[in-house]
């Protein structure tokens, strides 16, 4: 594994090296703890919280906690419907300025297959942003779409890559897209770790953040209805 670690790391110094602007000139960081519940053939639960820092682990930047419901129509496809809240801070060094509150109602669907030996999974996604500012409050909407692909190392180990551009349906249209590369530890039968480089574009910024996540799966379906793994 470690032949592939290292390009990795030495890629995600070496974009660190070239930032131009405070926020961008610190390697940032994501924490993230996520799980799906399965109730039934059709019905599922996500629960997802968020923690970002500017630096590895001070300088506060976000907060993210959502839930999600979703419909499954078989095995590989899925719509899903959820509300977010988010508490945003969004200047790099510390100030006295209130942070920015969202509520976030969002709707996405999904569809997963297999190209040989990869793994592949569409994501599509609509967000209404309801933002509240210390001076006034806004609706924004706008639409992301995720392109992940997966590949097993073996029953352990896994490389996951995506890209996520987003489309603003406001100003500066093309207003943030986000690359994902790491590595995944299937830890035990039902969860895993996740440690990663995330290159994030948003608006005239590039910030690099270095992604650790968490995820648990359960399934209270009987053996014998249970559809194929997703």
Do not use: C
């Not at 059709?42 to 923690?51: A, F, G, K, Q, V």
């Not at 349906?169 to 943030?176: I, L």
């Not at 039902?190 to 990663?196: A, K, M, T, V």
């Amino acid at each position: 594994m470690k032949p592939l670690l290292f390009p990795l790391f030495f890629f995600l110094f070496a974009i660190h090296l070239f930032s131009q602007n405070p926020s961008e000139n610190h390697l940032g960081s994501w924490y993230t703890y996520g799980s799906h519940h399965r109730l039934s053939e059709r019905i599922s639960l996500n629960p997802y919280t968020e923690l970002r820092f500017y630096e590895p682990s001070s300088n506060y930047n976000l907060a993210f906690v959502s839930l999600r419901g979703n419909y499954h129509f078989s095995a590989n496809q899925t719509i899903g419907i959820g509300y977010a809240y988010l508490d945003i801070d969004t200047v790099f060094e510390f100030d006295n300025e209130p942070n920015i509150h969202e509520h976030r109602i969002f709707e996405q669907y999904t569809v997963s297959h297999k190209v040989s030996k990869f793994s592949v999974l569409h994501r599509t996604r609509l967000e209404h942003r309801f933002l509240d500012f210390s001076d006034r409050n806004e609706l924004q909407n706008r639409f992301r779409y995720r392109l992940s692909v997966k590949y097993e190392l073996s029953k352990t180990f896994f490389i996951l890559v995506s890209e996520e551009p987003f489309v603003n349906f406001q100003d500066q249209v093309f207003h943030e897209n986000r690359f994902y590369a790491g590595i995944g530890i299937n830890v035990l039968k039902n969860s895993r770790l996740q440690i990663g480089y995330l290159k994030q574009h948003i608006r005239k910024n590039n910030l690099n953040r270095i992604q650790v996540g968490i995820s648990i799966k359960t399934d209270s379906r009987k053996p014998k209805t249970k559809l194929a793994q997703l």
